[in-house]
């Protein structure tokens, strides 16, 4: 049963990352609790899935001068004709305020036995991406440039601002042992409001009146070999705030696809004095 990446978390040759000073440029995220409720919302005619129930519970933290923290954690049953089946997948992460280093640790677990752990720490030097696993083995990788989770959702807004709406990135989120970084093509729409019927406005509170940007991503692992056209591995769509929050995701995979509505939204406070220092 895959598990998007996406949601358990989150290299550009012709266009600048988001470092250094052009970060210090950028709206501040604001920390936050949000909780979405998982249902099915697609089979296709050869899966076997039947139903799916689920919660995801993501708390995200921090600033550009102390760093970010996000703890995510997604508990999905699913119905199938064989039985059901329990996931329960557990991240978190730690990225540098200017983006250049990542430590991350992720649990997997089936019908609550472990079945995958993942621990290290990543850092940019120059072109480069060099990661240090510690688990399920020691090992050093590295490869080209890549983003890390916060630095991506700084990236779909900073690439909002400056009028592009298609572009794709190198991203690297710590949550599987991989040797290299998933490439990941990005549309974004134009800014749209909430409507008012829209069912997220009490939800989202006075984070309602912000508008949304209709976001897509299409994920290609680094280990697919593909001949001719390439297919993404899934796709999501979301509505992403300014604020960083997302709502309305859809995650597609070849057999099914799976909605997260945002049902519960506890907001944080802004580090001030960060964001006068810039």
Not at 122 to 130: F, L, N, P, Y
Not at 138 to 148: L, P
Not at 218 to 243: C, I, M, N, Q, T
């Amino acid at each position: 049963m895959r598990m998007t990446r996406h949601v358990v978390l989150m290299t550009i040759a012709s266009l600048p990352l988001i470092y250094g000073a052009e970060r210090a440029d950028a709206l501040p995220l604001v920390p936050h609790r949000a909780v979405y409720d998982l249902g099915l919302s697609a089979v296709t005619d050869t899966s076997d899935i039947e139903s799916l129930t689920g919660r995801w519970v993501f708390d995200f933290k921090g600033s550009a001068c102390d760093g970010y923290t996000a703890e995510s954690r997604l508990v999905m049953r699913f119905e199938t004709a064989m039985g059901p089946r329990l996931i329960d997948r557990r991240v978190t992460s730690f990225e540098a305020g200017d983006g250049s280093s990542l430590k991350f640790e992720s649990q997997s677990y089936t019908d609550q036995e472990l079945e995958e752990e993942v621990e290290g720490t990543a850092r940019r030097e120059q072109d480069a991406t060099i990661v240090d696993y510690s688990k399920p083995e020691s090992a050093e990788v590295m490869f080209g440039a890549a983003v890390f989770p916060t630095s991506q959702v700084f990236e779909v807004l900073e690439r909002a601002r400056a009028g592009v709406h298609f572009y794709e990135s190198a991203v690297f989120d710590g949550t599987q042992l991989v040797d290299d970084a998933t490439t990941v093509s990005v549309v974004i729409g134009r800014p749209k409001p909430l409507k008012i019927s829209d069912a997220q406005q009490e939800v989202l509170g006075k984070l309602a009146g912000q508008p949304f940007l209709p976001v897509t991503m299409a994920y290609f692992e680094p280990s697919a070999e593909r001949e001719g056209e390439h297919v993404s591995d899934y796709d999501v769509s979301f509505k992403l705030h300014e604020s960083g929050v997302q709502t309305d995701l859809v995650i597609r995979y070849d057999e099914y696809s799976m909605s997260a509505n945002l049902v519960e939204l506890s907001l944080g406070n802004v580090d001030q004095d960060c964001t006068q220092a810039k």
